[in-house]
């Protein structure tokens, strides 16, 4: 049996995937096998896969007819995985040589279930931290999501972590959406005995206009369709996670304020006028949650300043 599975989905990525595919055929740490699901790519991505894998037989290479979306497609990834732990790398991200060796022996040395690593960014051609840094985190599950949803040291991402399989026997992808890793990415993270994080950076993240979450580094791409599958994730996760722990709600409330706030700011400074619907939500909720979310212990000065800004005259109206 394999030490590790690792999965990788591509679709039309044909300049980006024999880069994703190397760094894996070149980790120092080989007893894994490398499942790609080619997922109904209609470009040149299937034929890269397979011309650059022939020749090792710890790879696969799955060719799908049709795009049948990022969850149903990393389900059918977990389907044929055979290793005691699972990752998964985009197919237009890097990893560096070691990031196997690294996550391994980061889970075995603590007996962990998820071990987490480091990563940079690039971006324009100019790399940056992206979640960088010197901490050796040993955490428990309640920890492990306040950290989360802090992401100042990782996020909810799939990539830079390793799973212990059997978190996956009753936690799977959502079929449906477009933004798979919100919806259950914090469920690993909440049904995981151990968690350890140490933020070398182990992975390198491209981003480009065709990311599926370009509109993370770019405003203007933000749109009404995004924002209600991330209000929907995260009016689940609120309810999720506080009722598994009590004693985090109030921080998983805040971090869902957090994030509409946010949204708030960019929608009014970008002029994004297909968003209105989505900010007046935002503007509802917030004016109902108001002093609560004003005096959070968590909140930040400036979140302050934008309820104010933004907020204040709602509540005006209300009162």
């Known amino acids: 049996m394999f030490k590790i599975s690792v999965i990788m989905l591509t679709h039309n990525r044909q300049d980006y995937v024999a880069q994703a595919i190397e760094s894996i055929k070149n980790q120092t740490f080989e007893n894994?096998?490398?499942?790609?699901?080619?997922?109904?790519?209609?470009?040149?991505?299937?034929?890269v896969a397979e011309k650059l894998t022939k020749d090792d037989s710890r790879i696969k290479v799955i060719n799908l007819?049709?795009?049948?979306?990022?969850?149903?497609?990393?389900?059918?990834?977990?389907?044929?995985?055979k290793g005691e732990y699972i990752t998964f790398i985009d197919d237009d991200d890097i990893?560096?040589?070691?990031?196997?060796?690294?996550?391994?022996?980061?889970?075995?040395?603590?007996?962990?279930?998820i071990s987490i690593c480091?990563?940079?960014?690039?971006?324009?051609?100019?790399?940056?931290?992206?979640?960088?840094?010197?901490?050796?985190?040993?955490?428990n599950s309640a920890e492990a999501v306040v950290e989360m949803l802090k992401r100042k040291k990782y996020n909810v991402g799939m990539p830079t972590k390793l799973f212990k399989r059997n978190l996956f026997d009753k936690i799977r992808f959502l079929e449906t959406g477009n933004y798979e890793d919100i919806t259950v990415?914090?469920?690993?993270l909440a049904n995981a005995n151990k968690i350890v994080?140490?933020?070398?950076?182990?992975?390198?993240?491209?981003?480009?206009?065709?990311?599926?979450?370009?509109?993370?580094?770019?405003?203007?791409?933000?749109?009404?369709?995004?924002?209600?599958?991330?209000?929907?994730a995260f009016r689940e996760r609120t309810e999720y996670i506080s009722d598994l722990f009590p004693e985090i709600a109030d921080y998983a409330h805040y971090s869902e304020w957090s994030y509409m706030i946010s949204m708030c700011n960019k929608i009014v400074t970008n002029n994004?006028?297909?968003?209105?619907?989505?900010?007046?939500?935002?503007?509802?909720?917030?004016?109902?949650?108001?002093?609560?979310?004003y005096n959070s212990n968590y909140i930040q000065e400036f979140e302050r300043e934008f309820m104010r800004k933004y907020i204040h005259d709602d509540m005006k109206r209300v009162i």
């Open 32 to 47: 894994y096998e490398f499942i790609i699901i080619n997922n109904g790519s209609t470009d040149g991505s299937g034929r």
């Open 65 to 81: 007819s049709a795009n049948c979306g990022i969850g149903a497609g990393r389900n059918k990834g977990l389907d044929l995985a």
């Open 95 to 113: 990893a560096e040589p070691d990031m196997l060796e690294f996550l391994y022996d980061l889970a075995i040395d603590n007996a962990a279930d």
């Open 118 to 139: 480091g990563s940079i960014k690039e971006a324009n051609g100019e790399i940056l931290p992206n979640y960088v840094f010197d901490d050796y985190l040993i955490m």
């Open 185 to 188: 990415g914090y469920k690993y």
């Open 197 to 232: 994080a140490h933020g070398l950076p182990k992975y390198c993240i491209r981003r480009h206009e065709t990311n599926n979450s370009a509109f993370t580094t770019n405003d203007k791409l933000l749109n009404h369709k995004q924002l209600e599958e991330y209000f929907s």
């Open 272 to 293: 994004l006028t297909n968003c209105q619907k989505q900010l007046n939500f935002i503007k509802r909720e917030l004016t109902k949650n108001y002093w609560e979310f």
